[in-house]
């Protein structure tokens, strides 16, 4: 018989590796995989094209209908320029009621619980099957997922309900916007400023598109909210740019310049338009540019597309969740998670969480020990619900 572990004890192993998202996660699969295994818990792995990453779904239970999904990403991000000073960030410390370390609230606190709840379904000999999901490239566009979730959707039993567990003080969200993100390169004609009718500057190109995410923001700020974005802040589909740069001299018109582009789409609308939009009007500043000098260019890459959570009022997942947690009502936001790619598949889903997303990201990020347990107490009442 193997030694079950506490979740607290999964969770200072789960710390103690430094999943950056630009790094491996694969020691963190190796172990998680070999633990669930010794119980004799079903596990796969899905890999990413090169190899140095994998996501891993695990199944406790019969092969029906009707269990439940506990979801998390293994990915944390960079501590890199920060000032940790309660405890090094790969060192799980216990302070003043707190777990400090870096993943503690987002998200190894829920993942720790996770799979403390995938051996106690395994024990429990529950009815219907508790499925484990564990994600890779969260942090970077919620990109592991995908090929994940699309397995698990061909080959699994339809669950009724997916419990995304990103941190959200044990609130029940029940959406979110979407979103996808583009790198453009406009490639503009070097000339001297005094002639630059006779060249293209990629600066002032750049500008024409961050001038048409402003309009796309105005105009879409005047629009009423539709039935699934009353209570979004704010209720409509954002357009922003993070990055911007180019150029080399005063006098001379870029040659280059870099944005990013990127939309947090409301559920009532498709992203996928967003993004044709930019791409047409793309379309058309290059063929201008063009006009003037066939060597100018723009090229887009889309580095990543998020579905969007749509509320589903009364829904299998809400309403689990609602029991699980007490809540009577639930949320949605505006930032994007996982549970928008397996609603997307037709699973019904929520996100609902232990600890403070206003933790996350920060140097000494760390998950209160009361909401530890509480999400202890919700993932035990889960697994009780599965053996009627």
Known sequence: MPVELSPREILEKLVSFPTVSRDSNLPLIDWVE????????????????????????????????????????????????QDWTVCPPFELTERDGRLYGRGAADMKGFDALAIAATVLAHRSGVKRPLYLALSYDEEVGCTGCVPMVAE???????????????????????????????????????????????????????????????????????????PLSEGFVPHWTTVHTGMIRGGTAHNITAGDCWLDISFRVVPDEDYRAWNAALTEFVDDLRAQMQAVSPAADITMEQVFTVPPLAPEHGGAAETLAKALTGRNSCEVVSYGTEAGHFQHHGWSAIVCGPGNIAQAHKPDEYIEIAQFNAGWDMLQRAVRSLTD
């Open 152 to 226: 698990m959707a061909r080959l699994l039993p339809k669950p009724g309900a997916v419990i995304v567990g990103e941190p959200s003080l044990l609130q029940v969200i029940d959406g979110h916007k979407g979103g996808s993100s583009f790198h453009i390169h406009v490639k503009g004609v070097e000339v001297h400023s005094s002639i630059m009718h006779t060249g293209v500057s990629a600066v002032m190109e750049a500008a024409k598109i961050v001038d048409w995410a402003n309009r796309m923001n105005a105009q879409n700020s005047t629009r009423p909210p539709g």
């Open 34 to 81: 070999d633990y669930l295994t010794g119980w004799g818990i079903e596990c796969h792995r899905v890999p990413n094209d090169e190899g140095d990453k994998a996501s891993l779904y695990a199944v406790a239970g019969p092969a029906v209908e009707g269990g439940i999904a506990l979801s998390g990403h293994t990915d944390v991000v960079p501590v890199d320029g």
